[in-house]
């Protein structure tokens, strides 16, 4: 597998029917591999989960539907990194700015819960996006699932590089910063609040412009 994503991937046979699944009872859905969002040569690359049901995997476009975007979008606008703070459809015409956002796992899973074996199927493809970064970028981790797959990408030893909220990791030729998920679970129950994460974004802003 050389490309950094594929729209007909199949490759997790319980993702993929489950897709179909869910396109039947959801037929305006998207319901496909969600791709990468955002410029290829941007500097800034986040990595998610896994596109959530009705985010997503409704509209195709990261982050995009559901409560987990919400924050995301407002902190990339304020750092100068969306041309608006919303993200409301593929098609709606925002546009990042020096940045890209990719999922850990590009198919929806049941539960939101993608099994190891998927995670590692999907990984060739982060794997081949994270090789295709410039010098100097910052790849965000969204949540210790994001974080693993990021350290599994680069073949580097899961001890010697520990998630951990706000850590900034030096790994080949880019800096890992980690934050918590922007998830509905982790914003309500305080785990990540907004200024935790305002924190996160005015310190990847600072690597960046060094
Ligand atoms: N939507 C995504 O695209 N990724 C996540 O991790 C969560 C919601």
Redesign the pocket.
Known sequence: MTSIFDKDCRACPRLATFLDDVKDRYPDYYCRP?PPFGTSDARFLIV?????MH??NRSGR??TG?H??ILLYQMLHKYGFASRDHSAAADDGLELIDCRIT?AVKCLPPDNKPVGAEINTCNAYLANELQTLPKDAVVMA?GGIAHRAIIKALGMRQADFKFAHAAVHDVEFFRLIDSY?C?RYNTNTRRLTEEMFDAIFAKTRELLDK
């Open positions: 969600v998610g989960l896994a596109p959530g985010g997503a990261p982050f559901d987990a975007g999922n969204l998920h998830s």
